[in-house]
Each structure stands twice: as C-alpha cells, then as structure tokens.
C-alpha cells in the first residue's frame, strides 16, 4: 500500500553567558546564536513534513562557559572573546504542526529594555542587571534566573535550547511538545541514520507509526486499514482477520442481520428506476468459503482481496447462520454455519459477502454486486470488465453519498427517478439512524478507495463511468451501455 513517507529536520540555539561588572561598551556584548523556524500548518499531511529535533556534535559552536573563580574583569573579557570566536551556524527551517494551541502557554516575546542612562534591563524582570552573571541570547540580556522555558517555566540552565515562535524551551520540552509521537507504539519516533525523524503515515486516517511497524507484523482493521496500538486490542475474526472496535460497533455479522441492509438497497434501486424482480439470495460467508466461490465460478473478474461475489453457477455455499460472540483475547467464537445450496433458476443464483464488516462498507459492496446482478438479470452481455466495474462501483458511491452526504438513501434516486417513488424514498430514509462520527469518517473513506482507486477495471471505470452518468444521467448511459457495451463519451 502506497503510504506517504516523512523526513523532517530541525537546529538547536546557545546561549552566551557572560559576567558584567558595571561598565557597558556598545558593541561588544556577547551575541545570541540562534536558528530560525518556519511554519507549514496550511499544508496537506500528504505533503507535510514533521519536526526534527537532530543531534549534531554537542561540542561544536557551544560557548565556553567562563571560570567565574576569576576576577570580573578577566571573566567578562574571555566570554567577550568566546563570543566573538564563535561562528553562527546556518538557519535552519523546521516546519512545526498540529500542535494543540491549548496545550502550549501564552507569553509576550521578550523586549530588551534600553535605558538613557546606558545600563541594560534583563528581558524577563525588566530590572536592571547589575553587578554579577548575566546571559545573551535572543537579542537581549538576563539574569539566569530569569530566562525560562515556555513550557515548564523553569530557567534554562543548558547552553543549547530550542525556539518556536519566538519562544524559549529546554531541549526536553520541545521534544515533549514537538517532537511527533508514533500513533501505534506510543514513544518518539526515532532519528534514521541520517539524523533525520522519518515516518509513514496513512493517506486518509493520518495514522502516523515508525517505518518498523510495516514489517513487524503489526496488524491492520480489515475494514478501515488503521493499524492496530499497542494499547487497544482489535477483534480477531474467525477466519484471521482484524477489526478496530469502532467497526466492530456496526459490523454485520450473519446472513439475517444483512437481510435488513438487503431490503434497504433493493429500495434504493427501485428509487432509481431499476426494480430487480427476481429474489436473489443473499448469504454472509467467512473469506474461506468465499476463495471457494471464487473458484467454482467459470467467469468474472475481482480484486486481489475479494469481498463479494455475485455468482452464476450452482454450488452448495456454507453461510454463517448466526451472530458469533467474542470470547478471551477478543476473538470470535461460537460461529455458526451451515451449507446453502444454490440452485440456477435465473441468471444469478446468490450474491455473497464477507462478513463482519461495518454496516457502511457492507452496504457499498452489497450495492456493487447488486448492480451485477441487475445487469445480468436484464440483458446486458458482453460487457469490458472496465464496463461492468466501473459502473457497479458507480452504484456503490451513489448509494455512500445517499448514506452519508445527503443523509438519506434515496437522495440520489430522487433527482432521476418518478415522483412515485417520493413515498418509498421517504419510507426508506425514516428507517436510517444518526451516523456517528465515526462512521461519516468511514463512510467518506470509502468514497475516498472508490475515487482513487489504481486499477484499470475499478478505478479507472469508476472515473470513466461516473463522467457519463453526471454529463448524461445514470439511464441514458445505462441505454448506451446495453447497445453499444461501452460508456457514452
């Protein structure tokens, strides 16, 4: 799966210390190093970089700190000299992101304090510094006592701190703050050999994990593809497969509880105008007796990881009868199946689904099938398999923005079909319950596999097909399809 991958970089900042014994001379005052940071938070988390906090030499470009057992005046002339011995190093730009506003304090920048009377002010009391240690950095002066990190509000004691928006903060802190966590271990992400931070990061969910967790065996929900943390234990189904606990919520999980889901799309093709007559047996199966379908089946064309299958032939399907419960280590026991036998009395003999999935994702493959079956019941042959595709997932993403954009199933049947259907439609949306957020989130997701889909057959038939049904109407360009095999350009 093509995740994005995350290099980012970042700089640290010295202080210069010195000691004052009553007398300034403009000009020569120790001088801050500091780098410089640049935000990116507009930018997509498809093209966005994270925060770097790289461990250079700790030697390199630091002060000296003076010998304060000396007397005043040789110690405000070696910091003098060891501040201007030491040579700035470069900016460096460090884009920072998604940090919550509400978790970092609010302060002022500093202002140096300039009086007439030549004496200078710390930046943090604005009282004079007077006699004794003093520090230089962030173009102004301090008491040590005085400059403090952003975040804990502790004096910075270290020679080497970080910046953000013109604040201080110990090394620490901003790593605390910062430095981007791993969405599935819990620690920091770690540098790579380069001293840079990188990470994958999954292009919807924004799930972000270290680059080991790809070949660690760390395993992924079934049905969203969020990878699994180590603080949250995901259902393990009967035939191997992960589910999160928010797909668990409304996961279908036997062929009468799909029964439901059924009767609501057959409403749905009805408001359109494309009434399936014949009662086609629907049947939840587990991905084993699904591969066995597959291979039964002398035609058709289907995606690496199959999820339904609209079938043709006779053969005997074993189907899960009953709900199954989660047991120790939460995994699925007690499942009930039994053998179907399927019987050729029409074109389709049943269409089959993988179970446990949400009730969204159920629906959009049970739509998909459907639409196999419609074409095959009414006379559509010879069709591309990028034909046939790409309009069935055409039918699954019509039927996803009926759930969940306009919130209600029969929205997109309403702008094509009768008014006679107006009360079914009707009948039909009272039945759909609030969406959680959670499953809007998954609803679009869904959308989102359909539209970007890679595939010829899949991906570029939807894009193809879904061009054709918004210039022309969903049954002009199913008329087309039946005469020519083919979409109308």
């Not at 709900?323 to 053998?339: Q, S, V, W």
Request: aromatic share 8%; net charge negative; glycine share 6%.
């Amino acid at each position: 799966m093509g995740w994005l991958n995350k290099i980012f970089k970042g700089s640290v900042n010295r202080v210069s210390r010195g000691h004052y014994d009553g007398n300034w001379h403009e000009g020569n005052s120790p001088d801050h190093i500091r780098g410089a940071y640049d935000e990116s938070d507009n930018e997509d988390m498809d093209r966005a970089i994270a925060l770097s906090l790289a461990e250079g030499d700790p030697d390199k470009g630091k002060a000296v700190e003076p010998d304060y057992s000396l007397e005043e005046d040789e110690q405000l002339a070696r910091a003098l000299q060891e501040s201007l011995n030491t040579e700035s190093p470069p900016h460096q730009h460090v884009p920072v992101r998604n940090v919550p506003s509400e978790s970092i304090p609010t302060r002022e920048p500093p202002q140096p304090v300039f009086p007439s009377s030549g004496y200078r002010t710390c930046a943090g009391c604005k009282n004079p510094i007077g006699h004794g240690r003093f520090l230089s950095c962030m173009d102004a002066v301090w008491h040590p006592q005085c400059f403090r990190c952003f975040a804990c509000n502790k004096p910075i004691s270290e020679y080497e701190f970080a910046m953000h928006e013109d604040q201080p903060y110990h090394k620490s802190c901003y790593k605390d703050f910062f430095h981007p966590k791993c969405d599935v271990c819990k620690s920091f992400i770690p540098t790579n050999k380069n001293g840079l931070i990188e990470y994958r990061a999954h292009p919807f969910w924004m799930q972000k994990y270290c680059p080991s967790h790809e070949d660690d065996g760390t395993p992924r929900c079934c049905s969203c593809e969020r990878m699994e943390p180590t603080d949250v234990k995901y259902i393990t189904l009967e035939d191997g497969r992960k589910l999160c606990l928010e797909c668990l919520t409304s996961a279908t999980m036997d062929s009468p509880e799909c029964q439901h889901l059924y009767m609501d799309i057959q409403e749905f093709f009805e408001g359109l105008n494309m009434k399936v007559e014949q009662q086609v047996p629907l049947l939840l199966v587990e991905r084993q007796a699904l591969n066995e379908a597959l291979e039964a089946e002398k035609s058709g064309h289907h995606l690496p990881e199959t999820r339904g299958l609209c079938l043709s032939e006779e053969q005997i399907v074993r189907t899960i009868l009953r709900r199954p419960t989660i047991g120790p280590g939460n995994r699925i026991m007690d499942m009930i199946t039994g053998p179907y036998k399927l019987v050729r009395r029409c074109e389709v003999t049943a269409i089959l689904i993988l179970y446990g999935l949400p009730r969204l994702q159920t629906g959009s493959i049970l739509a998909h099938e459907m639409m196999h079956a419609y074409l095959r019941l009414k006379g559509y042959r010879s069709l591309s398999p990028q034909v046939e595709e790409g309009i069935c997932q055409v039918l699954s993403h019509m039927w996803l923005e009926s759930e969940i954009i306009a919130g209600a199933t029969s929205n997109a049947a309403s702008t094509s079909a009768a008014s006679s259907s107006s009360s079914s439609s009707t009948a039909t949306s009272s039945k759909k319950g609030a969406k959680t957020e959670f499953e809007k989130k998954l609803g679009a997701f869904i959308k989102n596999q359909i539209e970007t889909d890679s595939s010829v057959e899949y991906g570029d038939g939807f894009r193809v097909g879904n061009r054709a049904v918004e210039r022309y109407g969903l049954r002009s360009t199913l008329d087309h399809m039946k005469i020519t095999g083919s979409f109308p350009i």
